[in-house]
């Protein structure tokens, strides 16, 4: 069975989705669209704007999921047996598989981008990815921290993200390189994704999406909230609201598409960080 994956916040960078614009006159047209749609010009910051723009979250998750979804609309090769989408991939993956229009999702994205915007700038959080211990350690320092610190994205048996306040994210990490953890990278993000913090976020995003339109997915979406099968158009729109303040189960979700019947991954988006988690992740499955 083929599974398709499409990536979130990182894979970005400047000149991304020019190629298809030149290429194909449906990409040109949608691309087009975008602009018209947003009321801006996506397409020049994303072609030959300053990456300092472009990696701001607002025009960051707009540019991945304008990409990502063309590349689905203008290829004869998308044909999953079942997709899923890590964090904002999510996104990509339900407008490719059509359980809402591109224009929905553009929509969709944009408001929620505009929104953690928002909570990252009126916060001061973080987030760090911790290489080499166990899940469950670092879980337990979590919890035992006074601040609100938690796991934010389960990537790989080796990596783990973990988010939240910045002071109680320096805390743990201190603590972390002492009991034996063997990198720490703190990431270049002003927010504390997938964390309680951005409570605020999932409340106005909730609101929002109940007026976005949803079908039942033909094909089955492992979400990040559960790491399951998802086809119910009801399922989805609620797990998309709970992801803004729940970890990412991206390793859970592979493991189960693997069980599930999965032999290959196509990862469709900007670069191929994705397609390194698999191989961990595979060679780890038992």
């Not at 973080?126 to 350690?137: P, Q, R, T, W």
């Not at 797990?239 to 970890?247: E, F, R, Y």
């Given at each position: 069975m083929k599974a398709y994956l499409f990536p979130g916040q990182g894979s970005q960078f400047i000149g991304m989705g020019k190629d298809l614009y030149k290429k194909s006159h449906l990409a040109k047209e949608l691309f087009r669209l975008s602009d018209e749609i947003l009321g801006f010009k996506m397409t020049s910051i994303m072609f030959e704007g300053s990456m300092d723009t472009l990696k701001k979250?607002?025009?960051?998750?707009?540019?991945?999921?304008?990409?990502?979804?063309?590349?689905?609309?203008?290829?004869?090769?998308?044909?999953?047996?079942?997709?899923?989408?890590?964090?904002?991939?999510?996104?990509?993956?339900?407008?490719?598989?059509?359980?809402?229009s591109f224009e929905?999702?553009?929509?969709?994205?944009?408001?929620?981008?505009?929104?953690?915007?928002?909570?990252?700038?009126?916060?001061?959080?973080?987030?760090?990815?911790?290489?080499?211990?166990?899940?469950?350690?670092?879980?337990?320092?979590?919890?035992?921290?006074e601040g609100i610190i938690v796991p934010s994205n389960y990537n790989s048996p080796e990596q783990l993200v973990i988010s939240g306040e910045i002071q109680a994210l320096k805390r743990v990490c201190l603590i972390l390189k002492k009991i034996g953890a063997k990198k720490i990278l703190v990431l270049p993000v002003h927010g504390a994704f997938h964390s309680p913090i951005m409570e605020p976020a999932r409340k106005k995003f909730k609101k929002f999406i109940n007026k976005i339109y949803f079908q039942d997915s033909k094909y089955p979406i492992y979400q990040n909230v559960t790491a399951l099968p998802v086809t119910k158009s009801y399922d989805i729109k609620k797990?998309?609201?709970?992801?803004?303040?729940?970890?990412?189960?991206?390793?859970?979700?592979?493991?189960?598409?693997?069980?599930?019947?999965?032999?290959?991954?196509?990862?469709i988006g900007p670069?191929?960080?994705?397609?390194?988690?698999?191989?961990?992740?595979?060679?780890?499955f038992t």
């Open positions: 979250t607002k025009y960051t998750q707009l540019a991945i999921y304008i990409y990502s979804v063309i590349k689905t609309k203008t290829s004869n090769d998308f044909k999953p047996d079942m997709v899923a989408g890590h964090s904002l991939g999510e996104f990509s993956a339900l407008a490719a598989i059509n359980v809402f929905d999702g553009l929509k969709l994205v944009n408001q929620r981008a505009s929104i953690m915007q928002n909570v990252c700038e009126s916060t001061h959080g973080g987030m760090a990815v911790v290489f080499g211990l166990k899940d469950s350690l670092i879980e337990d320092v979590c919890k035992q921290d797990n998309l609201v709970k992801q803004l303040t729940t970890p990412v189960k991206w390793k859970q979700s592979i493991k189960n598409m693997i069980a599930h019947g999965a032999i290959s991954f196509t990862e670069g191929n960080i994705l397609q390194g988690l698999i191989k961990k992740i595979s060679r780890n």
